[in-house]
């Protein structure tokens, strides 16, 4: 692994995506003129290039792990979609039309990259466990419909990779679309969406699992899993997907975790003991658009010097937002002092309540990180397991309520010098008007969309079974 740590002593990779010199208006209005979504065609040759291009920035940090995410990608249409984020949004520039759009809701803080695999439980910093949002790498101002159309099309795909039909696919995204919409309008004109969380109380079916399986964590199980106490100190494992560094590498990510601290309000910042580095290592094989940028795992004392409360910090390498393909300079970079890192952060601010007060954000090397606690008490959503359609439809009516709360509570409520509008209001008062209407783009837009995706794979899957360089 020594050929692997050392790299990350010289990694200074950010991702920046160079445009022409369009201004934002000029483009919004643009997707606002376009025609309508073109019908799914193949594009061999465009696809390989797309994904070369994006990928080989971070070839010369981490190639092993950009091996496990074309490996991963080549599984099947949905996973590939996942790892895919930025081929949506270079499609966008041309079809990031809608009817459902305003001034205002064109410029909506979204989550940039929704789909099933990027929800889940957790506990929030009252210690509550919830069913929300769980990844902000790709979050950026744009166009709300974007979120939802995202989200659409990953149920199509799945519901397709779990065996159900064409009726039941548009049912599933007609149901996701109704409880979105239905939710906006019951936020509009409240301070609903401030309070508001899916618990076991008020869900049900799988999503009521994924509650009932993070309130069964525990600290102790979660640390075992990952560390040892030898001679009376806790150390992290090494594992294969747990890699040691040489001591340049560690030294660089400690005084990143230094660093860090500042970057917590000082009115929420514990004692300096609390972040003493304990271990640390580099994380391999999590997830899937994110392979390629390097994770790093911190263990640090935490409240007390008992063993039994260290805590593990995840410190996770960000780029440039892949919405900022189809609409750059829409959040502009002073809003985020020019940190992807701290972009991540805010919007995850933003977007939750009761936030983790661990979030924050780092440089190392010149690379952004979003900091943020590694929680004992996650529990990933299985889109899989979702075998009937009937619990199908109970879930996606349930990340419909988790979407539109996000929208709602990523606007004035958070930072009106950011986002000055309500966005319930904006979004309820455009699609809410005509929800039949919305419902019926959404759906036409997700089952082309899907179709795209599944010819995009094949090509995909050409190339890389031909050995065709991916990165």
């Known amino acids: 692994m020594k050929h692997i740590t050392s790299l990350l002593v010289r990694a200074r990779v950010r991702v920046r995506v160079k445009f022409g010199a369009w201004t934002m208006p000029a483009i919004l209005l643009g997707c606002l003129a376009m025609a309508p979504l073109y019908a799914a065609s193949a594009r061999d040759a465009w696809v390989v290039q797309q994904i070369k291009t994006y990928n080989t920035p971070f070839k010369a940090q981490l190639p092993q792990e950009l091996k496990t995410k074309m490996d991963k990608m080549a599984l099947s249409p949905f996973t590939f979609y996942r790892g895919t984020a930025h081929v949506f949004y270079e499609d966008m520039k041309q079809l990031g039309n809608s009817k459902f759009l305003n001034t205002a809701n064109s410029k909506a803080w979204i989550n940039g990259d929704l789909h099933l695999q990027n929800v889940g439980a957790f506990k929030d910093a009252n210690g509550k466990v919830v069913f929300d949002l769980t990844d902000f790498d790709e979050s950026y101002w744009g166009p709300y419909v974007w979120d939802i159309r995202r989200m659409a099309v990953s149920i199509v795909l799945a519901a397709k990779e779990n065996g159900m039909g064409s009726n039941d696919q548009q049912t599933l995204v007609n149901d996701f679309v109704d409880a979105y919409l239905s939710k906006i309008s019951d936020f509009k004109g409240t301070q609903n969406e401030t309070s508001e969380t899916l618990t076991t109380a008020n869900t049900k079916g799988e999503v009521k699992n994924t509650l009932q ?138 977007a939750l309540t009761n936030t983790d007060v661990l979030v924050g954000w780092t440089t190392i090397n010149g ?91 094949q090509s995909f899957l050409k190339a890389y079974k031909a050995g065709t360089p991916l990165y």
């Open 213 to 350: 399986a993070s309130e069964g964590q525990t600290r102790s199980a979660f640390l075992a899993k990952y560390t040892v106490v030898t001679n009376a100190k806790r150390s992290f494992l090494t594992t294969a997907d747990l890699a040691q560094l040489d001591a340049t590498g560690y030294n660089s990510i400690k005084s990143g975790v230094a660093n860090y601290v500042a970057s917590i309000a000082s009115g929420k910042r514990y004692a300096s003991s609390f972040y003493s580095v304990k271990d640390i290592r580099v994380k391999l094989g999590s997830g899937v658009g994110s392979l390629g940028r390097y994770r790093i795992y911190v263990l640090i004392e935490g409240p007390s010097s008992a063993h039994t409360d260290d805590v593990i910090l995840q410190l996770k390498q960000e780029s440039t937002s892949v919405v900022s393909i189809a609409l750059p300079n829409n959040m502009p970079t002073e809003a985020y002092g020019n940190h992807d890192g701290q972009r991540a952060a805010l919007s995850m601010k933003a």
């Open 367 to 457: 690379a952004p990180y979003l900091v943020r606690e590694k929680s004992p008490f996650e529990a990933d959503f299985v889109s899989t397991k979702l075998s009937k359609t009937a619990d199908f439809s109970d879930a996606v009516k349930l990340i419909g309520k988790v979407v539109a709360k996000a929208h709602a509570l990523a606007d004035k409520d958070y930072e009106a010098s950011l986002i000055p509008d309500s966005m319930d209001k904006e979004i309820d008062d455009t699609a809410g008007t005509n929800k039949s209407g919305f419902k019926q783009e959404v759906l036409n837009f997700a089952l082309d969309y899907a179709k795209q995706v599944e010819l995009d794979y």
